[in-house]
């Protein structure tokens, strides 16, 4: 298995829109809108991969300098419960750890509370209704400490 950044508009990110559609969408009766989608070429977009076959993604918009949000994330049927959500959201906090960004904001179901708690992000607010169903606001700080002392 690869982690990969997944180019916009390529072969990749067409299996990445399947994957999304197919995990995050179309179990609710919907399927991606063109507002789900407005701006994603400004946006970065990961995923696992095995052999070609995409197994999982996210997508990341940068909000500024320093915070980004993590968005649409979306494992396999045929792979989740398998760490597959936990290595490629710890892949991703790597490299945008790298690319300077110091806090992940997100959105995250509220099937999803205990995923993202165990990774380490914390509740802030109250939970919400985004798209038909119960979402509550998370985020993690990303800074690497040694980068304080530079």
Known sequence: ?????????????????????????????????????????????????????????LVIKPIDQSQV????????KTHQGK????????QTESMLRARGFNEVLLHARQTAIGFYQHLGYSISGELFTEIGIPHINMNKAIFSPARLID
């Open 1 to 57: 298995m690869e982690f990969i950044e997944i180019v916009f508009d390529s072969p990749m990110y067409q299996a990445e829109l399947e994957l999304r559609n197919s995990i995050l969408r179309a179990p609710l009766g919907l399927a991606l809108s063109v507002e789900d989608l407005k701006n994603e070429e400004l946006q970065l977009h990961f995923g696992i991969v095995e052999s070609d076959t995409l197994l999982a993604c």
């Open 69 to 76: 949000r993590l968005r649409q994330m979306a494992v396999a």
């Open 83 to 90: 760490g597959l959500g936990s290595l490629l959201v710890s």
